[in-house]
């Protein structure tokens, strides 16, 4: 897909393989709509930079550093844990800068598992079957609820 093919609704002409079921198509258009007024998570000048910096890297010209969590709870997003996270990879930065005499690229992983598709829609938890995006949830709420 070239860049021109590129746009916020572009997703949607894809196939989708690995996404869950929602029962009240009203609810998932209300969530839907809601999420597109609000700004983007990361603005297009930070991308953009990113990139550049990337290719610093690939250029042996700086150092990346990523770090955050594999697979973390709703329960975990919180001002406390994001800050520590924040300030943990900030340390290490300051000694990759003064150990490897490079500036740093920082890359934070957080909120990863999310929105990752998974490979089967269920799994089972003490023996119960569950949504795996409710995995933080109570069997009593198993259906999928897009509000």
Same mark, same amino acid.
């Given at each position: 897909m070239s860049s021109s093919d590129w746009s916020p609704d572009s997703w949607r002409s894809k196939p989708?393989?690995? $996404?869950?079921?929602?029962? *009240? %198509? $009203?609810? =998932? &258009? +209300?969530?839907? +709509? %809601?999420l597109s007024r609000l700004p983007p998570i990361v603005h297009p000048k930070e991308i953009v930079a990113l990139k550049q910096h990337l290719r610093d890297v690939a250029l042996?010209?700086? /150092? =990346?550093?990523?770090?955050?969590?594999?697979a973390e709870l709703f329960d975990y997003c919180e001002p &406390? $844990?994001?800050? #520590?996270k924040i300030k943990l990879l900030l340390q290490m930065s300051l000694v990759l800068v003064w150990g490897a *005499?490079?500036? !740093?690229?920082?890359?934070g992983r957080m909120a990863g598992q999310y929105a990752k598709p998974r490979? #089967?829609?269920? %799994?089972? !938890? &003490?023996?119960v079957e569950l949504c795996r995006s409710e995995e933080t /949830? #109570?069997? $009593? #709420? +198993?259906?999928? &609820?897009?509000?």
């Open positions: 989708i393989k690995q $996404a869950p079921g929602y029962p *009240d %198509e $009203a609810a =998932l &258009n +209300k969530s839907v +709509k %809601e042996g010209e700086a /150092f =990346l550093l990523q770090g955050g969590d594999c &406390n $844990a994001i800050e #520590s *005499d490079k500036r !740093v690229v920082r890359i490979s #089967s829609p269920t %799994e089972m !938890v &003490n023996g /949830f #109570s069997t $009593a #709420s +198993k259906s999928v &609820n897009a509000t």
